[in-house]
Nanobody, 125 residues
Framework: VQLVESGGGSVQPGGSLRLSCVAS?????????????MAWFRQALGKEREIVAT?????NYDQSFESRFTISRDNAKNTLYLQMNNLKPEDTAVYYCALSTQMALTADPYDYDAWGQGTQVTVSS
């Protein structure tokens, strides 16, 4: 499994970005054999990796960790998205997409066994 993120960059406070994560193989479909959950995590410099949002194979999601962000997926395109609005300087971090070993929503990074290389998001004026 390969996960490749894109869409990061530099933006001013209050701006928006949309991150994408393309997965190799037909692993994002919602059937019982391959509908694994996916998530976005982020890691700021000097801090631990933290959950941003998570979504199941059939589109149930939990984005309570950061209400300004919206997670979604397009199974036909094998792509995971993160729409980030009203960005703040504290959102500055490397953002990673990850594939879970299970289908249920989970915020535990140890439940994810495939990770992208990360995409940098910088919010500053």
């Amino acid at each position: 499994v390969q996960l490749v993120e894109s869409g990061g960059g530099s933006v001013q406070p209050g701006g928006s970005l949309r991150l994408s994560c393309v997965a190799s193989g037909d692993i994002l479909s919602g059937d019982t054999t391959s509908g694994h959950a996916m998530a976005w995590f982020r890691q700021a410099l000097g801090k631990e990796r933290e959950i941003v949002a998570t979504i199941t194979g059939i589109g149930n999601y939990d984005q309570s960790f950061e209400s300004r962000f919206t997670i979604s997926r397009d199974n036909a395109k094998n792509t995971l998205y993160l729409q980030m609005n009203n960005l703040k300087p504290e959102d500055t971090a490397v953002y990673y997409c990850a594939l879970s070993t299970q289908m249920a929503l989970t915020a535990d990074p140890y439940d994810y066994d495939a990770w992208g290389q990360g995409t940098q998001v910088t919010v500053s004026s």
